[in-house]
């Protein structure tokens, strides 16, 4: 059957403010180059046949000619030439062989050399290792597409986050990638944020896979200072006309929406369900982050771990879908507001809902979805973001528009599409000005992700929906007023995130080192009620006693 149509949409378009300044980004490279590098690689006697003086009547002139022996010119070590390097990838630090050159640890994802790949591209003498200033401006000149005109970011900023301090996505170092044999990771960034600043970065990533794949999990690793992460795929020759690098623009005539998340989120498919992408397959990496502080620059920086089977081992493709409203006037009045709109006759006769989630800003008070009758009106409600795991009827509703839930469905939900469905969102604007759907996180959105396929995901005895789940978790004593041990059923696989939730929905526990098939947590702390817990799927409530 025919996919659901994406709805268009950006999620914002923050602009970063780069200084009135300075130097082309490329000659900012090139002058690295001449204080570090030519007394190995000059012009009359390039080692390794790599001239970085250049030739030129002016400096401009030397650096855009240095440049263009580096963009997407093979390197003559056979070894990098085999794994797909070029001496400069536009937009891929990491299949850039000058960078892991000159990487010498201070990028832990990217390997060390190699014994066939030559030694390091050390600096001059008597200081033989680049600064992390140095190889931090020439990692962003590949990172914003190794262009050899304008400046493509605030090299100042860089400068000031590796002298004075900053803070990271990932103070702790990157996180793990999958093991060898399930999946692989790949990286957005990083890049930089001035302080109380905001921006969106898209980034085209080919994927270069030597054969198509099964994706049955996608794990998004983004900071609490990330708004969302999106993970698109072209379609058709959508992707040959985006420039490498990260952008701002969103360019979006020819995608597919694969996943969307607004925070942390390890999204495991049900078993018989997978993405499936061919082996050409070229994405598009969409991060939006906000620094919250008023003095420290930022670094971002996502990871997502992709976890893979063979072609063949899933019956059902797993899709993803964007539905927008984006008529919804806000006055700043104080007042409640709601918008509602119906979705339905998407072309297919019934998608089977795996997933939901609602995504507004910060004057979102709720957000709900209704399946909708064949007369138009509200049937069953289905989610609501106001209540833990989405799950509509907790006590008291409280909503997070930071921490927006997913509500999964195992088996699937079937939704027949000449009924459709009713989402609703609901805000208030005690701000300043009437706001709009509109391309900041000082306006608003209306937006709802549905992750579905077109026939029904089913549950045997050997792959239990979300009430079987509860029952494999075993928590005891529950009651309790102090430790409590949960105990995964025999064989399965340990925990990956396991996340615990007030009755008002709010997140007050998050663990992600946790291992093996037991494992203790202490809830002394925790005030007398009741509580959900959600662990990598497997659902359950507890209580703290008194």
Same mark, same amino acid.
């Given at each position: ?73 093979? @390197? ?17 630090? &990491? ?5 892991? #050159? ?5 990028? @832990? ?25 140095? *190889? ?30 900053? &803070? ?5 170092? @990157? ?100 993405? #499936? ?84 800003? #910060? ?14 009106? *509200?049937?069953? %409600? ?9 799950? @509509? ?22 939704? *027949? ?96 080192? %946790? ?20 662990? &990598? ?10």
């Amino acid at each position: 059957m025919q996919k659901l149509l994406l709805s268009v949409l950006l999620f914002c378009a923050c602009a970063p403010q780069l200084p009135a300044q300075t130097l082309p980004s490329v000659q900012e490279v090139y002058r690295i180059f001449q204080n570090r590098c030519i007394s190995c690689h000059d012009h009359d006697s390039p080692e390794a046949n790599l001239d970085l003086q250049g030739v030129g009547a002016t400096e401009l002139l030397r650096a855009q000619n240095v440049a263009s022996n580096l963009i997407n010119i093979n @390197p003559t070590n056979a070894n990098a030439l085999s794994n797909g390097y070029k001496r400069v990838y536009p937009g891929r630090a &990491d299949k850039s062989f000058l960078f892991k #050159k000159i990487n010498i640890g201070f990028e @832990p994802s990217v390997p060390v050399l190699n014994a066939q790949e030559g030694g390091v591209m050390p600096g001059s003498f008597p200081n033989p290792d680049l600064t992390s200033v140095e *190889k931090e401006i020439i990692r962003q000149w590949i990172l914003f597409g190794a262009k050899n005109t304008g400046v493509q970011f605030d090299k100042t900023l860089v400068e000031n986050f590796f002298t004075l301090g900053g &803070d990271k996505s990932f103070p702790n170092g @990157p996180p793990p990638a999958p093991a060898p044999g399930e999946g692989f990771q790949i990286k957005m960034g990083p890049f930089y944020l001035a302080p109380d600043g905001e921006v969106e970065y898209y980034q085209k990533w080919e994927m270069n896979l030597p054969a198509d794949v099964e994706v049955n999990g996608l794990d998004f690793k983004i900071s609490p200072f990330s708004h969302h992460f999106l993970l698109y795929n072209f379609t058709g020759s959508g992707a040959a006309t985006i420039p490498a690098g990260l952008r701002l623009a969103a360019n979006h005539s020819q995608i597919n929406l694969v996943a969307a998340v607004q925070e942390a989120t390890d999204l495991r498919l049900p078993g018989k369900t997978a993405f #499936k992408w061919n082996k050409n397959i070229v994405l598009d990496l969409n991060s939006h982050y906000i620094n919250y502080s008023l003095s420290q620059p930022y670094q971002c920086e996502a990871y997502i771990n992709i976890y893979t089977q063979a072609p063949g081992t899933a019956p059902q493709e797993m899709f993803a879908t964007l539905l927008v409203n984006s008529n919804i006037p806000i006055p700043n009045s104080g007042d409640l507001v709601t918008h509602t709109r119906p979705e339905f006759q998407f072309g297919a006769d019934s998608i089977y809902i795996w997933g939901l989630m609602g995504h507004t800003h #910060k004057y979102g008070r709720g957000y709900k979805v209704w399946k909708r009758l064949i007369n138009g009106q *509200k049937g069953d %409600l289905i989610y609501d973001a106001s209540c833990p795991m989405g799950v @509509p009827g907790c006590p008291t509703p409280w909503y997070d528009y930071q921490h927006i839930p997913i509500r999964y469905w195992e088996p699937s939900l079937p939704i *027949k599409w000449s009924n459709g469905i009713i989402h609703e969102a609901q805000w208030i604007n005690d701000g300043p000005v009437p706001v709009n759907f509109g391309p900041t996180s000082e306006d608003e959105m209306m937006v709802l992700i549905a992750f579905y396929t077109e026939q029904p995901i089913t549950v045997g005895t050997d792959e239990p929906g979300p009430q079987l789940l509860e029952k494999q978790i075993l928590v005891s004593p529950n009651p309790s007023n102090g430790n409590v041990t949960f105990t995964l059923p025999e064989g399965s696989e340990g925990v990956r995130t396991f996340r615990l939730f007030n009755p008002t929905g709010q997140e007050v526990l998050r663990r992600n080192d %946790l291992s093996g098939q037991s494992f203790d947590l202490d809830l002394s702390r925790l005030s007398p009620g009741v509580y959900f817990f959600d662990a &990598d799927g497997r659902r359950g409530k507890l209580e703290r006693g008194l």
